[in-house]
């Protein structure tokens, strides 16, 4: 009954490669994020989609591309890695408009480039 | 923009005692929502308590607290009877409720709680 779900847990790749990083959530929640946790533990949003439209696009390199097939999928695509990439990212869903409700976070994917 | 500031990088508490961590935040905005999450060791980000601006009681959940002044823009956890488990990082977040980042989560930079037996 997992509520937020990421995977992989661990992806370990060499720079230069590209990967994808799956989010699915089973709350019916609209809108999804994307988060990177830094090794100092600072965590940042990334991206934001509403029903599958983009709606939060921070000062992200090109080389990230959220896709939202459906509202209830958020995947991260990230092309060229590089060293600085390695960190730990975050799925998260909530409800849309209702802006007391929480982030329910997914228990993140660890991405080390090598 | 608004930011958020944990000022204790670590703390420590001995079990069954009681610990308050600090949080204070920057806005111009009237109406938010700030939250406290804890993240153990397994990575997990875990709610902990949830304020709403609009609300001058204070939160309260089991052993969890909130000290919320919002004049002074301060939104401290006490977190009493600590437990073993309590042991994790805590951070502060502040939900933006307008603009085109509305809905996000920004965070502070989290404070490391220690629980000694």
């Known amino acids: 009954d997992t509520a937020v779900s990421q995977t992989p847990k661990y992806l370990v790749t060499q720079m230069g490669n590209d990967k994808s990083i799956k989010c699915e959530q089973n709350l019916g929640h609209d809108t999804m994020y994307w988060y990177k946790q830094d090794s100092k533990k600072f965590l940042k949003i990334m991206f934001s989609y509403n029903n599958k439209e983009l709606i939060i696009n921070e000062t992200v390199p090109n080389r990230f591309s959220p896709k939202s097939p459906d509202k209830a999928h958020l995947n991260l695509h990230i092309n060229s890695l590089e060293l600085g990439d390695s960190a730990v990212y975050f799925c998260?869903?909530?409800?849309?408009?209702?802006?007391?409700?929480?982030?329910?976070f997914g228990n993140g994917t660890r991405l080390t480039v090598t | 923009a608004q930011t958020v500031t944990q000022s204790q990088p670590e703390m420590s508490v001995q079990e069954a005692e009681t610990v308050t961590l600090s949080c204070t935040y920057d806005t111009s905005e009237s109406d938010y929502y700030l939250f406290w999450y804890k993240q153990p060791p397994s990575r997990q980000m875990i709610l902990v308590i949830r304020q709403e601006a609009y609300k001058q009681q204070n939160a309260t959940e089991n052993r969890f607290s909130v000290n919320f002044q919002k004049a002074a823009k301060s939104f401290s956890l006490k977190i009493s009877d600590s437990q073993l488990g309590d042991a994790a990082m805590y951070f502060c977040?502040?939900?933006?409720?307008?603009?085109?980042?509305?809905?996000?989560?920004?965070f502070g930079k989290g404070t490391k709680l220690s629980v000694k037996p």
């Open positions: 977040a502040y939900r933006q409720t307008r603009g085109g980042s509305q809905g996000n989560l920004i």
């Open positions: 998260a869903s909530s409800l849309p408009g209702q802006l007391n409700s929480p982030l329910h």
